[in-house]
C-alpha cells in the first residue's frame, strides 16, 4: 500500500493545503481465514484543485482523475491482497500512519482484525476523532483566510470518508452507531459521522460482543520518575462518601493532577453498573462488566507518604485493545508494584459518570454515562 500514497506524500506543498478535500474509499473483502483483498481511493477534490490551479501539478506527481459518488478527484487508487489478519492489520496501520502524515484530522485511526478460536473474524474500529469535519474545516480555514465559511463549506461537500468491510458470512453481533451501516456481511463505516469510540463487529459464535462501548483518552506527558505526593481524597459515590489513599504530582499549571489506584476503584464500583475485573499477564488487563475478584489488597495501600514514582511502562488493555491512559507505578519495599490512574480518564474510557461541583466535590455516578 506504500506505493498507492507515495505520490500523495511527495506533494509537500499540497498536504495540509488539500487536506480538507479528499476522497478516501477503500473497500476490504475478508475471507473465512482472515485472508482478503484491500481495494482502495485517494484523493483531492477536483474543485479545489482547480481553485488552486495545480492541476498540472498533480499530473506531474503522479495523480490520475477519477470519480466517485458524483464527484471528480485526482489521485491513485489501488488494490493489495493479505494472507492473514496480521498482514491485514499491518497494512491498514501503514495505510493509516500515512494519511496521518497528509492530516491528522483525516486518519481513520485503529482497525484491526483477529480470528476467535471457533474461527470467527472479529473486526476492531478505534476512532480517536469527535467531529471530524469540523476539524478539518479548522484546517481549512487556516490555509485559506481568504475563503468565506460558505465557500469553504462548498469545498467540504466533496469530502468522503468511507471505509466498507465484507465479511464471508453475516455477522453475529456489532456496535451499533451513527456512521455505521451494517446490511448482512457488509459493515460501512462513514468516518465522517462516526463518533469517538471503540466498535466491533464479529462473524464469531462465542465472541458476542455485548461489550460496552469504549471511551477515548490521550496520554499525557508526565516526567518519566519523580515523587508523587500522598493525599487522602474524599469521593462521592452513588451518594455515599468514601476516601482514598490517592497520589498527586504536581500540575504545570501549579495544580495538582490526582492518580487512583486501579483496584481500589475497581473493589468500590463492583456490583454497580461500572463494575469491571482486573488481571495481569505482562499487562493490565481490565474487563468491562466483569465482576471484580479481590486479591486482598485493596483500600489498604501498603506504605504512606510521598513516594517514588516511575511513569507505567506496561500496558492497559481492554478488549485486546492498548489504551492509552496515563498512568504512574508505585511500589513497597518488597518490590511489588500498583498501578494509579486519573480517575476522569478511567470514567471516560469505561464509561461511567465522573464530575466535580462545589457542593459535592468530587463525584461518581455509576448508573450514568460519562458526561465530561
Request: hydrophobic share 35%; aromatic share 10%.
Given at each position: 500500500?506504500?506505493?498507492?500514497?507515495?505520490?500523495?506524500?511527495?506533494?509537500?506543498?499540497?498536504?495540509?493545503?488539500?487536506?480538507?478535500?479528499?476522497?478516501?474509499?477503500?473497500?476490504?473483502?475478508?475471507?473465512?481465514?482472515?485472508?482478503?483483498?484491500?481495494?482502495?481511493?485517494?484523493?483531492?477534490?477536483?474543485?479545489?484543485?482547480?481553485?488552486?490551479?495545480?492541476?498540472?501539478?498533480?499530473?506531474?506527481?503522479?495523480?490520475?482523475?477519477?470519480?466517485?459518488?458524483?464527484?471528480?478527484?485526482?489521485?491513485?487508487?489501488?488494490?493489495?491482497?493479505?494472507?492473514?489478519?496480521?498482514?491485514?492489520?499491518?497494512?491498514?496501520?501503514?495505510?493509516?500512519?500515512?494519511?496521518?502524515?497528509?492530516?491528522?484530522?483525516?486518519?481513520?485511526?485503529?482497525?484491526?482484525?483477529?480470528?476467535?478460536?471457533?474461527?470467527?473474524?472479529?473486526?476492531?474500529?478505534?476512532?480517536?476523532?469527535?467531529?471530524?469535519?469540523?476539524?478539518?474545516?479548522?484546517e481549512l480555514a487556516?490555509?485559506?483566510?481568504?475563503?468565506?465559511?460558505?465557500?469553504?463549506?462548498?469545498?467540504?461537500?466533496?469530502?468522503?470518508?468511507?471505509y466498507r468491510f465484507?465479511?464471508?458470512?453475516?455477522?453475529?453481533?456489532?456496535?451499533?452507531?451513527?456512521?455505521?451501516?451494517?446490511?448482512?456481511?457488509?459493515?460501512?463505516?462513514?468516518?465522517?459521522?462516526?463518533?469517538?469510540?471503540?466498535?466491533?463487529?464479529?462473524?464469531?459464535?462465542?465472541?458476542?460482543?455485548?461489550?460496552?462501548?469504549?471511551?477515548?483518552?490521550?496520554?499525557?506527558?508526565?516526567?518519566?520518575?519523580?515523587?508523587?505526593?500522598?493525599?487522602?481524597?474524599?469521593?462521592?459515590?452513588?451518594?455515599?462518601?468514601?476516601?482514598?489513599?490517592?497520589?498527586?504530582?504536581?500540575?504545570?499549571?501549579?495544580?495538582?493532577?490526582?492518580?487512583?489506584?486501579?483496584?481500589?476503584?475497581?473493589?468500590?464500583?463492583?456490583?454497580?453498573?461500572?463494575?469491571?475485573?482486573?488481571?495481569?499477564?505482562?499487562?493490565?488487563?481490565?474487563?468491562?462488566?466483569?465482576?471484580?475478584?479481590?486479591?486482598?489488597?485493596?483500600?489498604?495501600?501498603?506504605?504512606?507518604g510521598d513516594r517514588?514514582?516511575?511513569?507505567?511502562?506496561?500496558?492497559?488493555?481492554?478488549?485486546?485493545?492498548?489504551?492509552?491512559?496515563?498512568?504512574?507505578?508505585?511500589?513497597?519495599?518488597?518490590?511489588?508494584?500498583?498501578?494509579?490512574?486519573?480517575?476522569?480518564?478511567?470514567?471516560?474510557?469505561?464509561?461511567?459518570?465522573?464530575?466535580?461541583?462545589?457542593?459535592?466535590?468530587?463525584?461518581?455516578?455509576?448508573?450514568?454515562?460519562?458526561?465530561?
Amino acid at each position: 500500500m506504500k506505493k498507492f500514497f507515495a505520490a500523495a506524500l511527495v506533494v509537500s506543498m499540497l498536504t495540509v493545503l488539500l487536506s480538507g478535500c479528499m476522497c478516501q474509499v477503500a473497500d476490504t473483502t475478508f475471507q473465512f481465514d482472515g485472508s482478503g483483498t484491500v481495494e482502495a481511493k485517494f484523493g483531492f477534490s477536483e474543485e479545489m484543485v482547480n481553485a488552486m490551479n495545480m492541476r498540472a501539478e498533480m499530473t506531474q506527481n503522479g495523480f490520475s482523475y477519477f470519480r466517485y459518488d458524483g464527484h471528480g478527484y485526482y489521485g491513485d487508487q489501488a488494490s493489495e491482497s493479505f494472507a492473514n489478519a496480521d498482514e491485514f492489520n499491518a497494512i491498514f496501520a501503514e495505510v493509516s500512519a500515512e494519511i496521518a502524515e497528509v492530516s491528522k484530522a483525516a486518519t481513520p485511526g485503529t482497525v484491526t482484525l483477529s480470528v476467535a478460536s471457533d474461527g470467527g473474524l472479529t473486526l476492531t474500529v478505534q476512532n480517536t476523532q469527535t467531529d471530524r469535519r469540523s476539524a478539518i474545516k479548522a484546517e481549512l480555514a487556516k490555509q485559506l483566510p481568504d475563503y468565506s465559511d460558505a465557500q469553504i463549506n462548498a469545498l467540504l461537500e466533496d469530502m468522503v470518508m468511507t471505509y466498507r468491510f465484507a465479511f464471508p458470512t453475516a455477522l453475529v453481533d456489532y456496535n451499533a452507531a451513527a456512521g455505521i451501516t451494517v446490511k448482512e456481511n457488509v459493515v460501512t463505516v462513514d468516518y465522517l459521522t462516526l463518533e469517538a469510540g471503540t466498535y466491533r463487529f464479529t462473524t464469531s459464535e462465542t465472541e458476542s460482543l455485548h461489550q460496552r462501548p469504549l471511551g477515548t483518552v490521550t496520554q499525557e506527558s508526565i516526567p518519566a520518575s519523580g515523587k508523587a505526593y500522598m493525599r487522602r481524597q474524599t469521593i462521592e459515590l452513588d451518594g455515599h462518601d468514601v476516601t482514598l489513599q490517592t497520589y498527586a504530582l504536581p500540575g504545570s499549571n501549579g495544580g495538582e493532577t490526582n492518580y487512583v489506584r486501579l483496584r481500589d476503584i475497581a473493589s468500590l464500583l463492583n456490583g454497580t453498573n461500572a463494575q469491571f475485573g482486573v488481571d495481569w499477564d505482562g499487562n493490565v488487563i481490565i474487563v468491562p462488566d466483569e465482576a471484580y475478584k479481590p486479591n486482598g489488597t485493596e483500600m489498604q495501600a501498603p506504605f504512606s507518604g510521598d513516594r517514588h514514582y516511575q511513569k507505567a511502562d506496561a500496558k492497559t488493555v481492554i478488549y485486546g485493545e492498548s489504551i492509552p491512559f496515563t498512568a504512574i507505578l508505585l511500589t513497597d519495599d518488597q518490590g511489588g508494584g500498583y498501578t494509579y490512574y486519573k480517575l476522569r480518564d478511567l470514567g471516560k474510557v469505561l464509561n461511567f459518570n465522573v464530575g466535580w461541583s462545589n457542593s459535592r466535590g468530587i463525584y461518581i455516578e455509576s448508573n450514568h454515562a460519562y458526561e465530561g
